[in-house]
C-alpha cells in the first residue's frame, strides 16, 4: 500500500468533504466586492437611523412632544418600529391645540341635541389662594352691590371672582347674535312668523324713497321753545327808521326789509354775516308793507300814497303803478297777497275791498263790507279772502263768485285789528285793538258755531301783527305799542312759549314778524330800526 494510498479518505466521505466547501469559480473576487458593498450600505443604514433618533429626541426635548408624542409603557425601539412603518416623517398632524378643539367640538356636537348643555371651558390657571383669602363685601360702599343679602359680609376669595364676573356680565350683556345660542333666537324672524301688518309694513319700506328715519321731535312741544339770539338779519346795514316788513323769500335764504328810510333791503340770511346783496331806494314813498308775490319774482311795496310799486327781482326794474282807475283812496298801504300770486288786495275807503290783478296791475274787482275795513287775509289756496273792521264781524268772502260766504261776530270783540289765516286754511285768528285774540277753526265758524277754539290774552294793548309759521304749530302775535310786547304761541295745546322772550332781552316795539319756508329763522323788525334773527332749533331747516 502505498502512502498516497494509505492517506486517501473513502468515497462517500470524498463526496461529501465536496458538497461541504464552497464552490470556488472564476467569478469568486466579483462576488467579494458585492458582499463588501452590502455591509458598508448597512452600516450606512443604521448610522442613519441612529441619527434620525437622535434628532427626534431632540425635537422631542425641545418642543415638548409636539410632533411624536411620548406614549407611556412603549421603549424606544418600539416607537421608532412604529415610527418606521407608518412612514410618516415627512407629514405630521398638529395636534398641539387638542385639548381646546375638543371642548368646542363636543359644545358643536351638544347644539345639535335636544338637551343642550352649556359651553364649559377649564380655566388655564388656578389661584390657590383665592380660597383662602376672604373678602369683606359690606365694608366698602363699592362692594356692597355684590351682596345677594343685606347681612352678608365676609366672603371668599373664588365667591368675590365670580360675582365680579356676574356683575360684569349683567353691565354688559353684549348681542344676541354673538351668543352660542343666538341661531335658535334668530329663528323668531323668520318671514313665516311676521303677521300680515309687519310684512305689509316691510313692503311699504322697500317701496317708498323717503327717508327711513324721521326725527322724532317733529312735534314741537308746550312750554318751552329752544331757540338762539343771531346775529342782526340786517346787521350790514341798519336801517335809520322803523322797520315795517320783514319777509323770508321762498328759497329760505334771501330776505328783504323796509321801512319809513325808503329803502328796500336785501340780506342773504345765514345766521353768521347775513350778506348784504342790494338796497333800492323810493324816493316819493316811505315803505308802509312790502311783500314777496308767493312765486318769487316780484316784490309789492306801498305807502301812505296813491300809489304803489311793483319790483321785478329778474329784471331789476321798479314800476310804479297808480293811482288805481275809478278810485279815490289816498293810502294803499294794507294790502295782501294772494297764495296763487294772481291777486292783490288792498283796503279802500268806506269797506271797500280793491282787487288788482298782479299781471296788468289793473283793478279787477272790488269788495264792500259794512263799516270800516282794517285788516285781510287770504285763505283756501286764493280762493277765499277773510276781512275784519269797525263793526267787530269778521267777513269771509268767495272770489270766484265775488259774494259774501259768511259774516260773523269776533266774541268780545268791538274793533277788529289783525287777521291771520294758517298756511293749511283751517284755522284763523283774530285780534283786537283790547289785545285780545280769539283762534278759530274756520270751517266751524262758517258753519255757524261762535265761540272761538281758544282766546289769548297775553298782550294787553292792540294787536298790530300776527303770522303763523309753516307747519302751524307756532303763532307769533305783537302789538308795536309795547316794548318787548310779542308772544309765541303753541297752536296744538293753545298756550304760550314761557322762555320767550326772556326777562333779560329787549325786542324794542317789534313792528313785524316772518318765519322762514322751513321754520328754522324768525325775523323780528322793531322800530330801532334792527331786524332781530333768531335759530329754532326744533327745526333742522331754514
Not at 303803478?321 to 283812496?329: A, D, F, K, S, Y
Not at 270766484?400 to 298756511?423: F, Q, W, Y
Not at 270751517?443 to 282766546?455: A, C, V
Request: hydrophobic letters at 35%; glycine letters at 8%; one cysteine or more.
Amino acid at each position: 500500500m502505498s502512502l498516497i494510498s494509505q492517506s486517501a479518505l473513502p468515497k462517500k466521505e470524498v463526496n461529501k468533504t465536496k458538497r461541504d466547501e464552497p464552490e470556488v469559480e472564476e467569478g469568486n473576487g466579483a462576488d467579494v466586492d458585492a458582499q463588501k458593498l452590502k455591509k458598508k450600505k448597512k452600516r450606512g443604514e443604521e448610522l442613519v437611523k441612529k441619527q434620525v433618533k437622535e434628532m427626534k429626541k431632540l425635537e422631542n426635548f425641545l418642543f415638548s412632544s409636539l410632533y411624536s408624542p411620548v406614549e407611556f409603557g412603549k421603549e424606544d425601539n418600539q416607537v421608532d418600529a412604529d415610527d418606521t412603518a407608518n412612514g410618516s416623517d415627512l407629514f405630521f398632524t398638529d395636534r398641539s391645540a387638542d385639548t381646546v378643539l375638543t371642548v368646542y367640538e363636543e359644545d358643536a356636537v351638544d347644539d345639535f341635541s335636544e338637551d343642550e348643555t352649556d359651553l364649559q371651558i377649564k380655566p388655564v390657571w388656578v389661584d390657590e389662594e383665592e380660597e383662602k383669602t376672604t373678602v369683606n363685601i359690606a365694608k366698602l360702599n363699592r362692594l356692597r352691590k355684590l351682596r345677594k343679602e343685606e347681612e352678608e359680609s365676609v366672603i371668599s376669595g373664588s365667591e368675590y371672582v365670580s360675582r365680579l364676573r356676574a356683575h360684569h356680565i349683567k353691565l354688559n350683556p353684549g348681542t344676541e347674535w354673538a351668543q352660542v345660542d343666538s341661531k335658535s333666537k334668530g329663528d323668531r324672524f323668520s318671514d313665516d312668523e311676521l303677521t300680515d301688518e309687519e310684512n305689509e309694513y316691510v313692503a311699504n319700506v322697500l317701496r317708498t324713497n323717503e327717508d327711513l328715519v324721521v326725527k322724532s321731535s317733529s312735534k314741537l312741544l308746550p312750554g318751552h321753545i329752544e331757540y338762539s339770539k343771531l346775529v342782526d338779519a340786517n346787521i350790514q346795514d341798519p336801517s335809520n327808521g322803523p322797520i315795517h316788513s320783514v319777509q323770508f323769500h321762498r328759497n329760505g335764504q334771501l330776505l328783504l326789509t323796509a321801512g319809513l328810510d325808503r329803502k328796500l333791503r336785501f340780506f342773504q340770511v345765514d345766521g353768521k354775516r347775513n350778506t348784504k346783496i342790494q338796497s333800492i331806494f323810493l324816493e316819493e314813498c316811505p315803505i308802509r308793507k312790502a311783500s314777496f308775490l308767493p312765486d318769487g319774482s316780484q316784490v309789492i311795496l306801498s305807502g301812505r300814497r296813491k300809489f304803489f310799486y311793483s319790483f321785478d327781482l329778474v329784471k331789476a326794474k321798479v314800476d310804479r303803478i297808480g293811482p288805481l282807475v275809478g278810485r279815490e283812496e289816498k293810502s294803499l298801504e294794507v294790502f295782501e297777497v294772494s297764495p296763487d300770486s294772481k291777486l292783490i288786495a288792498f283796503v279802500g275807503n268806506e269797506g271797500y275791498i280793491l282787487l288788482v290783478s298782479t299781471k296788468t296791475k289793473q283793478l279787477v274787482g272790488t269788495l264792500k263790507m259794512n263799516g270800516t275795513i282794517r285788516s285781510l287775509a287770504f285763505a283756501k289756496d286764493g280762493q277765499h279772502l277773510l276781512s275784519a273792521g269797525g263793526d267787530g264781524q269778521v267777513y269771509h268772502w268767495d272770489l270766484r263768485t265775488m259774494t259774501c260766504l259768511h259774516k260773523g261776530v269776533d266774541e268780545g270783540c268791538i274793533n277788529s285789528s289783525a287777521l291771520c289765516t294758517s298756511p293749511g286754511g283751517t284755522h284763523f285768528a283774530a285780534g283786537s285793538d283790547s289785545g285780545i285774540v280769539n283762534v278759530y277753526n274756520r270751517e266751524e265758524f262758517l258753519g255757524g258755531k261762535r265761540k272761538p277754539i281758544k282766546t289769548i290774552a297775553n298782550l294787553t294793548t292792540k294787536v298790530d301783527f300776527m303770522k303763523f309759521n309753516h307747519d302751524s304749530q307756532i303763532l307769533a302775535i305783537c302789538s308795536n305799542m309795547k316794548k318787548s310786547s310779542l308772544k309765541l304761541i303753541h297752536i296744538p295745546s293753545y298756550t304760550v312759549f314761557s322762555n320767550f322772550p326772556s326777562a333779560n332781552t329787549s325786542l324794542h316795539y317789534p313792528r313785524s314778524i316772518d318765519f322762514s319756508p322751513g321754520g328754522g329763522f324768525m325775523a323780528v323788525g322793531n322800530a330801532a330800526g334792527k331786524v332781530l334773527l333768531y335759530k329754532l332749533h326744533h327745526y333742522q331747516h331754514a
